[in-house]
């Protein structure tokens, strides 16, 4: 429930269940997405709450090398953070312009 953000004072508690129901949902998401979604949240109601655009509070905490999951996993690569800058850089991708429209549209 992190995506790219390292966020050292998270706690995740997860309850295994048992059924005699077969599943009827993918195997691959494993609720990845949903997960993803409600971090980019998190950091939006952070962003507000501190006074600062999401984009700057997400660049701010995009995992570095050496940084730890809250599964314990080490981040070995540090890459996050060049190929943030890049899709939020203006002369490629309109980032402001489309921010823009979104914001109007909402």
């Known amino acids: 429930c992190d995506g790219p953000y390292h966020t050292p004072n998270t706690r995740v508690r997860g309850t295994v269940c048992r059924t005699n129901i077969p599943s009827n949902t993918a195997y691959r998401g494993f609720g990845g997405p ?3 979604y409600f971090a980019e949240i998190y950091m939006e109601h952070a962003a507000k709450l501190v006074g600062c655009s999401k984009e700057e509070l997400a660049m701010n ?3 570095k090398a050496g940084d730890r ?4 996993q080490e981040i070995a690569d540090d890459h996050l953070a060049e190929l943030w800058r890049e ?3 203006d002369e490629r991708t309109n980032y ?3 921010k823009k429209a979104v914001e109007e549209f909402n």
Do not use: D, M, P
């Open 69 to 72: 999951t809250h599964f314990g």
């Open 87 to 89: 899709i939020t850089s």
């Open 34 to 36: 949903q997960a993803l």
């Open 96 to 98: 402001a312009v489309r």
């Open 61 to 63: 905490n995009l995992y």
